[in-house]
């Protein structure tokens, strides 16, 4: 389970787990409700392992500073006709959005884009 660091003493914590850090006690969410943290995967030239590193990086950086969610641009392959990531992102968040309480959804104004949302 991916974990975030704790932005008051830097301890690893599963925020699936706990809302608070288990050394130092305080919250390792974020108190500030901000808007989307929006992260492109599809135009960089990312392989699957790349773009995965970032979504989750995405996410615990979503959660840690108060992001009211994660929006993920993964394309729909309007070049090759499919998207080589869109289905294993669509996989990788709908996984998010289980384990931390969160909705998936895709962006009604880009087809090749979802959005985590964030409790």
Not at 32 to 56: C, P
Not at 68 to 92: D, E, F, N, Q
Not at 99 to 115: E, F, L, Q, S, V
């Amino acid at each position: 389970m991916p974990t975030i660091e704790c932005p008051h003493c830097e301890f690893p914590v599963n925020p699936a787990r706990s809302d608070t850090c288990p050394k130092c006690g305080e919250s390792v969410r974020g108190s500030v409700s901000r808007g989307l943290l929006e992260v492109d995967v599809a135009h960089g030239g990312e392989n699957w392992e790349a773009a995965r590193e970032k979504i989750k990086a995405a996410v615990s950086e979503a959660m840690l500073h108060g992001h009211s969610g994660v929006k993920i641009i993964h394309g729909y392959g309007a070049t090759t006709g499919r998207s080589v990531l869109a289905s294993l992102a669509v996989s990788l968040l709908r996984g998010f959005a289980q384990r931390y309480g969160g909705k998936m959804a895709p962006d009604r104004g880009n087809p090749g884009a979802h959005i985590l949302w964030l409790n």
